[in-house]
Nanobody, 126 residues
């Protein structure tokens, strides 16, 4: 079992940046593939980015890849999401998630993630 807690969300103007953090407790997060998802009001949860155990394999939502960077610090049991050039359409609750590293399947599959944080609100004003 691993517990996940996000932080770093907030209100930012369009064009600004935020760095989200996801701190893991319980079982070490280094044993899991970690990912970020987001959900805007009235919309389905969507994949943002994922990173494998070592950090050597990274996947991004295609439309966001030029503006975001996912990274992890296994020693600190923390995963980060750096978001730049934020747009109002990035407004959403951002959640981190963990899944077993042995799972074979696309990183973007919501149902493949076993553990979820509560989420952190990101609001981008125009």
């Amino acid at each position: 079992q691993v517990q996940l807690e996000e932080s770093g969300g907030g209100l930012v103007q369009a064009g600004g940046s935020l760095r989200l953090s996801c701190a893991a407790s319980g079982r070490s997060s280094s044993t899991y593939v970690m990912a970020w998802f987001r959900q805007a009001p009235g919309k389905d949860r969507e994949f943002v980015a994922a990173i494998n155990r070592s950090g050597g394999i990274i996947s991004y939502k295609e439309s966001l890849k030029d503006r975001i960077t996912i990274s992890r610090d296994n020693a600190a049991n923390t995963v980060f999401l750096q978001m730049n050039s934020l747009k109002p359409e990035d407004t959403a609750v951002y959640s981190c998630a963990a899944r077993d590293s042995g799972y074979i399947g696309a990183y973007s599959l919501v149902l493949s993630y076993k553990f979820w944080g509560q989420g952190t609100q990101v609001t981008v004003s125009s």
